[in-house]
């Protein structure tokens, strides 16, 4: 479960076209990451995905059925974007729970749910304290802990790391690296870091202008990039 396929997606806002023409198929299971220069679509990308921002025209299909109109509550996926606003007056344990406490999951599961993402991202010593006595790497941790819980389908980013100094966005990363080892779930994550997309992505989506320049491995991009444009953004030798 996890597979999610974009069938020549357009998006326009008001007379303006952003996205254009974009077909892609991810694997379930996959890191893929939408990487490119400010404004040429990847947040817009990736919230028609989420079902955040309507589809101009094109399908969504997740799992092989059509949610190109439904609701995001109802597309099974966990979105944690750059804004991780947590519940200032909870718990690190009862932000975690919340939604599937909403949801109406009983005690026992809520629990061991929260309790296995805490573990898997090392938030056991954290789970009595309250947002404000965190640090930022801590609480987005606590963001991935949350969206954890509620077993997504796949897994979306928005440079979930771009408010993280640089050292602890390097420790975040491996996090990330190992949390998709663990889950085995599809992740979707836009940056416009290069280095945390050579090393993260099994592959490369980079956009250009809301066009698809290029989708390819870290490597197949370094290598043979399609054009000047992917050749420049990757840092590849010209
Ligand atoms: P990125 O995430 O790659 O920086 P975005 O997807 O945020 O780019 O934006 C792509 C383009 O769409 C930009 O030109 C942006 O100004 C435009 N855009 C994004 N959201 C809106 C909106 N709600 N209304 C109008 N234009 C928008
Ligand atoms: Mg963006």
Same mark, same amino acid.
């Given at each position: 479960?996890?597979?999610?396929?974009?069938?020549?997606?357009?998006?326009?806002?008001?007379?303006?076209?952003?996205?254009?023409?974009?077909?892609?198929?991810?694997?379930?299971?996959?890191?893929?990451?939408?990487?490119?220069?400010?404004?040429?679509?990847?947040?817009?990308?990736?919230?028609?995905?989420?079902?955040?921002?309507?589809?101009?025209?094109?399908?969504?299909?997740?799992?092989?059925?059509?949610?190109?109109?439904?609701?995001?509550?109802?597309?099974?996926?966990?979105?944690?974007?750059?804004?991780?606003?947590?519940?200032?007056? !909870?718990?690190?344990?009862?932000?975690?729970?919340?939604?599937?406490? &909403?949801?109406?999951?009983?005690?026992?599961? %809520? +629990? #061991?749910?929260?309790?296995?993402?805490?573990?898997?991202?090392?938030?056991?010593?954290?789970?009595?304290?309250?947002?404000?006595?965190?640090?930022?790497?801590?609480?987005?941790?606590?963001?991935?802990?949350?969206?954890?819980?509620?077993?997504?389908?796949?897994?979306?980013?928005?440079?979930?790391?771009?408010?993280?100094?640089?050292?602890?966005?390097?420790?975040?990363?491996?996090?990330?690296?190992?949390?998709?080892?663990?889950?085995?779930?599809? !992740?979707?994550?836009?940056?416009?870091?290069?280095?945390?997309?050579? &090393?993260?992505?099994?592959?490369?989506?980079? %956009? +250009? #202008?809301?066009?698809?320049?290029?989708?390819?491995?870290?490597?197949?991009?370094?290598?043979?990039?399609?054009?000047?444009?992917?050749?420049?953004?990757?840092?590849?030798?010209?």
């Amino acid at each position: 479960m996890g597979a999610i396929e974009l069938r020549n997606v357009e998006k326009w806002f008001s007379e303006v076209q952003v996205i254009k023409g974009v077909d892609l198929t991810i694997a379930d299971g996959e890191f893929i990451i939408f990487v490119g220069p400010s404004g040429c679509g990847k947040s817009t990308l990736l919230r028609m995905i989420g079902g955040l921002e309507d589809v101009s025209r094109g399908q969504i299909i997740i799992d092989g059925m059509d949610a190109t109109d439904q609701p995001p509550s109802k597309r099974g996926l966990a979105m944690v974007f750059q804004s991780y606003a947590l519940y200032p007056h !909870m718990t690190v344990r009862e932000n975690m729970g919340f939604s599937l406490k &909403t949801a109406g999951a009983p005690k026992d599961e %809520l +629990d #061991a749910k929260v309790m296995d993402a805490a573990r898997g991202l090392k938030l056991e010593p954290l789970l009595e304290r309250r947002p404000k006595e965190l640090s930022g790497g801590q609480r987005q941790r606590v963001a991935i802990g949350r969206s954890i819980v509620r077993d997504p389908t796949a897994f979306l980013f928005d440079e979930p790391l771009s408010n993280l100094d640089a050292s602890l966005r390097v420790d975040m990363r491996y996090e990330i690296a190992k949390l998709h080892q663990r889950l085995k779930s599809t !992740m979707i994550y836009v940056t416009h870091d290069q280095v945390e997309a050579m &090393t993260l992505a099994d592959r490369i989506v980079v %956009l +250009d #202008a809301g066009f698809i320049a290029q989708v390819g491995t870290p490597r197949e991009l370094y290598e043979r990039p399609a054009n000047l444009f992917v050749a420049t953004f990757i840092g590849s030798p010209k």
